[in-house]
């Protein structure tokens, strides 16, 4: 209709979308570096950085490599998301993407693998619990995170607590010298809840005596079978914290490519300086000026 003009809204960037993504981020971002300065910090009290060999040396796990991890892949997610958003860095933000969609996948794959494959994954956990075993007392963590699953689960040894018989302190040889011979570690023994000090000897020499009488001050059953017990009972809360991380990752996903779709629009929406430069935009604009100016001189 005459007199009336139609009004064309040009893309933009969300400023919502964009500094929510910022502010997840940021957060990630400061965790991660905590996490990873706790790690480095427990490195350095342990001598490692000064010894780099000394990561090799430890035969079972330590601990403090699930700070590292952790807070180093935090860390770069936190970095990448935050100033791709901040800045509108399309590449930080295809790279926060895929990165965190590969995450994603890896834990999809991780989750099917272990349901498909569960006897693999119990041998393999058997295998993994009975090295650590052996290196019990060669790292101070290591033996922390041992006692702590030990008491957690009201378990002992992988499968039982012969397994203990892996560490050199522990073992029933006739030839080993230690007063933890034919033991376990505290952390194995039944708990009484009218003692208000802990009883660190209470698991000497309990492995001589028979299966029946051990039942009686050690927990008889191995960690593996506790664990998989444990992850029956609590299924739910289970599987809602993993259902929980996955929708966050898709969600973050989502959110970072909508704001590259918007930062994209915008730079096709804008008109390229070069391309009306070649064009001859800027010189017709240029004597358009020239012209007006000319008639606007003389008239003052």
């Known amino acids: 209709m005459p007199g009336k003009h139609q009004h064309f809204q040009e893309p933009e960037v969300g400023c919502c979308g964009k500094y929510f993504l910022f502010g997840f981020n940021i957060v990630f971002w ?157 952390s194995c023994c039944v708990r009484d809840p009218a003692e208000d000090v802990l009883n660190t000897q209470c698991g000497y020499d309990v492995r001589l005596k028979l299966e029946l009488e051990q039942q009686g001050s050690i927990h008889t059953k191995g960690c593996v079978g506790q664990f998989e017990k444990w992850l029956q009972d609590n299924l739910i809360v289970v599987a809602g914290v993993f259902v929980g991380i996955a929708l966050l990752q898709i969600f973050g996903i989502c959110l970072a490519q909508n704001l590259v779709s918007d930062i994209k629009a915008v730079k096709a929406n804008c008109p390229d300086p070069q391309h009306l430069v070649k064009n001859g935009h800027l010189a017709t604009a240029a004597l358009q000026w020239h012209w007006l100016l000319g008639r606007a001189l003389p008239a003052l």
Do not use: H
């Open 30 to 186: 400061v965790l991660g570096a905590l996490f990873l300065a706790i790690g480095l910090w427990a490195w350095g009290e342990k001598g490692v950085l000064s010894n780099i060999s000394a990561l090799t040396d430890l035969g079972g796990l330590d601990p403090v490599w699930l700070f590292v991890v952790v807070g180093g892949i935090m860390s770069v997610l936190g970095f990448a998301g935050c100033i791709g958003a901040l800045r509108e860095n399309t590449f930080l933000l295809k790279f926060f993407s895929v990165f965190l969609g590969l995450i994603f996948f890896l834990e999809l794959a991780t989750g099917i693998l272990a349901f498909v494959f569960k006897d693999w994954i119990r041998d393999q956990l058997n295998f993994f619990i009975n090295n650590n075993v052996k290196a019990y007392r060669d790292d101070i963590d290591l033996q922390n995170l041992i006692d702590f699953a030990q008491e957690y689960w009201s378990c002992c040894g992988a499968r039982g607590p012969n397994d203990w018989n892996l560490n050199i302190y522990f073992n029933c040889t006739d030839l080993n010298p230690s007063r933890e011979r034919c033991g376990v570690p505290f």
